[in-house]
């Protein structure tokens, strides 16, 4: 069982940057995507990022270009750099993992998930 711990949300002006953690358990043997979420209320939940095990990485187009995700695996962290952050950024953000080959952007296909970590983006 993997469980996963998010940290590094808040609240930041518009245009400010937050770097969001998610620590995975030991037990990551076998993950092959891990992948940033982010939800609004109202809204579904919504791929932002996705990294897989051979380091490619892919971004949703709304982040394309001011967000960024990386891991460090002797750490069995994984990241996202959020910069030139926007209202409309602000979301519940999800880490989740999937030891499977998922689409990184479909949420289904992600078996374990942390509980979340809050943006809150002002203007």
């Known amino acids: 069982q993997v469980q996963l711990v998010e940290s590094g949300g808040g609240s930041v002006q518009a245009g400010g940057s937050l770097r969001l953690s998610c620590v995975a358990s030991?037990?990551?043997?076998?993950?092959?995507?891990m992948g940033w979420f982010r939800q609004a209320p109202g809204k579904e939940r919504e791929g932002v990022a996705g990294?897989?095990?051979?380091?490619?990485?892919y971004y949703g187009d709304s982040v394309k270009g001011r967000f960024t995700i990386s891991q460090d695996n002797a750490k069995n962290t994984v990241y996202l750099q959020m910069n030139s952050l926007k209202p409309e950024d602000t979301a519940m953000y999800f880490c989740?993992?999937?030891?499977?080959?998922?689409?990184?952007?479909?949420?289904?296909?992600?078996?374990?998930w942390g509980q979340g970590t809050q943006v809150t983006v002002s203007s």
């Open positions: 030991e037990f990551t043997h076998g993950i092959l995507c």
């Open positions: 990294i897989y095990i051979d380091g490619s990485t």
């Open positions: 989740a993992a999937a030891d499977t080959f998922p689409m990184w952007y479909e949420a289904a296909e992600y078996n374990y």
